[in-house]
């Protein structure tokens, strides 16, 4: 048997019309300052992550600390969750940095020494 | 590579734009694409087979062309919908012929058509509307002035391929745009006039 064609009411199909022509007003061309967010967090590519675990409010917070192999001091604190079980926060830490690493196994990292630190 | 079915589509409207649905033969039609009638017969097996599937098809092409509305809210993007509209009248002028036979009971295409022709009036006038909102067209003189203009496009859409025929004339697509364009064009702004001077003119003088 032969399927029978869809078909769409008449006002209905003219609503969904003026639908399409209303997109034309309400929706604008973004700027492109819009895509500056891409160059803007590009450092955050070769960044060593670090997770971090701080007791709070009687949990145990997981941050993770993405700092710049170039220059340690340009770096960005994010809180990621927080657990009541120490353990489960920290394998919570574990995994979450090593989704948000760029390599897993943490061959990118930052020293101290790179801080110059003057010591006199 | 086209497949058969496809083969015989094609060819099955190339022969019905040429001598008419009814007068077209099985033999004809296997003939223009160099294939048996038995082999014709195992892809349709009749007649009706075939031209069911013309309709359907043709019914297909004519949505492709109404989803092609307001891509873009210029002028021009009209403009490449009735490209469109005239390369679909222009290759399927057979199927017009078919409504003006006397007492023929509406079928299920003619429903379907009934439906297609009814959608396209309505983005007519819708493109109108957005037209005249975007102040490229002057407001409507009179309540329902636009509803009758795009009536008069509608048929000029449909008919000017047939009414060139008819005249012996030529029917070209540059003339074919100008002449829907000519029934908006009194109707346009300054702004609108200068859009159409802009973007549409140069690609009606190709």
Not at chain 1, 50 to 60: H, V
Not at chain 2, 135 to 144: A, D, I, Q, R, S
């Given at each position: 048997?032969?399927k029978?064609?869809?078909?769409?009411d008449?006002?209905?199909?003219a609503?969904?019309?003026?639908?399409?022509?209303?997109?034309?007003?309400?929706?604008?061309?973004?700027?492109?300052?819009d895509?500056?967010?891409?160059?803007?967090?590009?450092?955050?590519?070769?960044?060593a992550?670090i997770?971090?675990l701080?007791?709070?409010?009687?949990?145990?917070?997981?941050?993770l600390?993405?700092?710049?192999?170039?220059n340690p001091?340009?770096?960005?604190?994010?809180?990621?969750?927080?657990?009541?079980?120490?353990?489960?926060a920290?394998?919570?830490?574990?995994f979450?940095?090593?989704?948000?690493?760029?390599?897993?196994r943490?061959?990118?990292?930052?020293?101290?020494?790179?801080?110059?630190?003057?010591?006199? | 590579?086209?497949?058969?079915?496809?083969?015989?589509?094609?060819a099955?409207?190339?022969?019905?734009?040429?001598?008419?649905?009814?007068?077209?033969?099985?033999?004809?039609?296997?003939?223009?694409i160099?294939?048996s009638?038995?082999?014709?017969?195992?892809?349709?097996k009749s007649?009706?087979a075939?031209?069911?599937?013309?309709?359907?098809?043709?019914?297909?092409?004519?949505?492709?062309?109404?989803?092609?509305?307001?891509?873009?809210?210029?002028?021009?993007?009209f403009?490449?919908?009735l490209?469109?509209?005239?390369?679909f009248?222009?290759?399927?002028?057979?199927?017009?012929?078919?409504?003006?036979?006397?007492?023929?009971?509406?079928?299920?295409?003619?429903?379907?058509?009934?439906?297609?022709v009814?959608?396209?009036?309505?983005q007519?006038?819708?493109?109108?509307?957005?037209?005249?909102?975007?102040?490229?067209?002057?407001?409507?003189?009179?309540?329902?002035?636009?509803?009758?203009?795009?009536?008069?496009?509608?048929?000029?859409?449909?008919?000017?391929?047939?009414?060139?025929t008819?005249?012996?004339?030529?029917?070209?697509?540059?003339?074919?745009?100008?002449?829907?364009?000519?029934?908006?064009?009194?109707?346009?702004?300054?702004?609108?006039?200068a859009?159409?001077?802009?973007?549409?003119?140069?690609?009606?003088?190709?």
């Amino acid at each position: 048997m032969r399927k029978k064609p869809f078909s769409i009411d008449q006002a209905a199909y003219a609503n969904l019309l003026a639908g399409i022509n209303n997109l034309h007003f309400t929706e604008r061309k973004g700027n492109l300052s819009d895509f500056h967010l891409y160059s803007n967090d590009q450092w955050l590519a070769d960044t060593a992550v670090i997770e971090q675990l701080t007791r709070s409010k009687g949990e145990w917070q997981v941050d993770l600390l993405f700092a710049s192999i170039y220059n340690p001091l340009k770096f960005l604190k994010r809180h990621i969750t927080s657990h009541v079980c120490p353990k489960r926060a920290a394998q919570q830490a574990h995994f979450m940095r090593r989704l948000a690493a760029k390599d897993q196994r943490g061959t990118l990292t930052v020293s101290a020494d790179q801080l110059n630190p003057c010591l006199n | 590579m086209l497949s058969t079915k496809q083969r015989i589509l094609n060819a099955s409207v190339k022969l019905f734009n040429e001598y008419g649905v009814d007068a077209v033969r099985l033999q004809q039609i296997a003939e223009e694409i160099g294939i048996s009638v038995g082999n014709l017969a195992y892809h349709y097996k009749s007649k009706d087979a075939i031209i069911e599937s013309v309709y359907e098809q043709v019914i297909d092409e004519f949505s492709h062309i109404f989803r092609q509305y307001l891509q873009s809210p210029e002028l021009a993007d009209f403009d490449q919908q009735l490209s469109l509209y005239y390369q679909f009248f222009q290759a399927n002028q057979f199927y017009l012929a078919e409504f003006f036979k006397a007492s023929t009971t509406p079928g299920d295409h003619t429903v379907a058509w009934q439906q297609a022709v009814n959608k396209m009036l309505l983005q007519l006038r819708s493109w109108l509307l957005f037209h005249q909102q975007r102040e490229v067209l002057k407001p409507e003189p009179t309540p329902g002035f636009y509803d009758q203009l795009a009536q008069s496009l509608w048929m000029s859409l449909v008919f000017s391929p047939i009414f060139n025929t008819m005249r012996g004339l030529h029917s070209t697509e540059t003339s074919y745009k100008q002449t829907v364009w000519s029934h908006i064009r009194p109707y346009f702004t300054e702004q609108g006039l200068a859009e159409y001077q802009a973007d549409v003119v140069p690609l009606l003088s190709y």
